[in-house]
């Protein structure tokens, strides 16, 4: 688990005002997905990483390695990647779901815990509330999920209309 000061020396990128909201967010998932010994390791509950918009599967590398360092094994540790432009929740919920009965039958868990980043969390927010999710999540963390809305997701889209891929 990553000090205060160690939670800042990893994330430089970020501007000050982001830092408290990201290092908040991974404390709460260092207090929802306890930290178990190897003899533990099968009881604890697969993790699905659902990264945010203009992002893909490999944003968690990071996280990837400090829940490693915490106990988890890459058998524990799936990244959901999907592709953002497809923005209707119910689409990527529904694809999410999959994904989460996916690596449920994979690991034999019955449940497993949700970090989601920004757009992310929308996604699969909708999928627990709405989707069928809740049966299937027993953690849902998100991490700066607009889960009140924003003023400023039309910057993305004009960033994807601006800027060639």
């Given at each position: ?26 404390l ?86 949700v ?50 891929p």
């Open positions: 688990m990553l000090t205060a000061r160690q939670g800042l020396q990893a994330l430089p990128a970020l501007p000050a005002l982001l830092r408290f909201p990201v290092l908040l967010a991974l709460t998932l260092c207090l929802a997905l306890p930290a178990a010994s190897p003899a533990q390791a099968s009881s604890r509950n697969p993790v699905v990483l659902v990264h945010g918009y203009n992002a893909d599967p490999g944003v968690w590398g990071a996280l990837r390695a400090d829940l490693r360092a915490a106990g988890y094994t890459d058998a524990e540790l799936f990244s959901f990647g999907y592709d953002t432009h497809q923005s209707v929740n119910e689409v990527l919920a529904g694809r999410l779901g999959a994904y989460v009965d996916q690596v449920r039958r994979e690991t034999g868990a019955a449940k497993v815990d970090v989601a980043h920004s757009f992310g969390s929308l996604v699969s927010r909708w999928y627990v509330k709405f989707g069928g999710g809740a049966a299937a999540v027993d953690h849902w963390v998100s991490l700066a999920g607009p889960n009140r809305g924003t003023s400023t997701a039309w910057a993305c889209a004009l960033w994807d209309q601006w800027v060639p």
